[in-house]
Nanobody, 126 residues
Framework: QVQLVESGGGLVQAGGSLRLSCAASGRTFSSYAMGWFRQDPGKEREFIAAISTSGLVTYYANFVKGRFTISRDNAKNTVYLQMNSLKPEDTAVYYC???????????????????WGQGTQVTVSS
């Protein structure tokens, strides 16, 4: 049984930073690309960033490029999302996800992810 547990969310002022973590268990973590998504109430879940199994390939949504960084530590079975220069519009529940097929290239498509964490709330005040 795959389990993903996010942590690190909270309340921060605009311009501040947060680092989200996602600890994975139940599968060979290093064999799967990982992604981060977010969702605001009443809106669809949207892609933020994805990372390859090795960590060498990353993709970002345009609205976070230059501000957010995805990384992973395969020895710790953990993927991270460093978020800098946060804006009020970044307020959402943030989810990590494990991609469906092992050794696949990282995907920006929500449907390519089979396992999801419970989410962590990020609130950015103006």
């Amino acid at each position: 049984q795959v389990q993903l547990v996010e942590s690190g969310g909270g309340l921060v002022q605009a311009g501040g930073s947060l680092r989200l973590s996602c600890a994975a268990s139940g599968r060979t973590f290093s064999s799967y690309a990982m992604g981060w998504f977010r969702q605001d109430p009443g809106k669809e879940r949207e892609f933020i960033a994805a990372i390859s199994t090795s960590g060498l390939v990353t993709y970002y949504a345009n609205f976070v490029k230059g501000r957010f960084t995805i990384s992973r530590d395969n020895a710790k079975n953990t993927v991270y999302l460093q978020m800098n220069s946060l804006k009020p519009e970044d307020t959402a529940v943030y989810y990590c996800a494990l991609q469906r097929s092992h050794y696949s290239s990282p995907s920006t498509e929500l449907g390519q992810y089979d396992y999801w964490g419970q989410g962590t709330q990020v609130t950015v005040s103006s």
